[in-house]
């Protein structure tokens, strides 16, 4: 999960930045479109298949089922949209709901996963990424537009993901 999501960061990094006239209140997917969609879909890509893959070796060592389905299927629906570019409609926005949804739900229930601070940083991260997509879909944006609302949604999922698979990675987890 680690390296899969640290991929997804530098393509999303890079991807915006190398993309002429990109700004942050654009939506994320907007990068899946433009001169640089062959780096965010393919660190898109290869960040849920990390993400699945993660899923599968939790699921197997006896991880929570829910929680390492959850995760599988935030994989799957990451995977997806590095296939479905916004320009597909529904597929595209089906598929990102669930990585948001999924993600946003397995951070929520992180506590029973991890002991430590992250047992608190987890569902505290899941709750606003959580709250974040009732915003979002109501049209209530905060001031920050499309964009940044979904900023609000996406970030906290992808600080919680890394920092589960850094906290999977130690020793004796």
């Known amino acids: 999960m680690f390296t899969g999501t640290a991929i997804f960061i530098f393509g999303f990094v890079l991807s ?18 433009g001169p640089t969609a062959w780096l965010f879909n393919t660190s898109v890509f290869i960040f849920g298949i ?39 409609g529904v597929p595209h926005v089906i598929a990102a709901a669930m990585i948001f949804l999924c993600g946003g739900m397995s951070a ?34 905060l001031g920050l537009g499309i964009g940044g609302m979904e900023r609000m949604i996406a970030y906290p999922l992808i600080l919680w993901i890394l920092g589960a698979g850094a906290y999977l990675m130690s020793p004796g987890k």
């Open 16 to 33: 915006g930045s190398l993309y002429a006239g990109y700004h942050e209140t654009q939506v994320i997917s907007d990068l899946g479109v």
């Open 50 to 88: 990390a993400v699945l893959i993660s899923a599968y070796l939790l699921l197997n060592i006896g991880i929570q089922k829910h929680f390492s389905i959850l995760i599988g299927l935030a994989g799957i629906s990451a995977s997806l949209i590095g296939l479905i570019p916004e320009t597909q």
């Open 108 to 141: 929520l229930i992180g506590y029973q996963v991890f002991r430590g601070p992250f047992s608190i940083i987890s569902p505290v991260l899941g709750g606003i990424t959580l709250i974040a997509i009732v915003l979002f879909a109501s049209g209530n944006y």
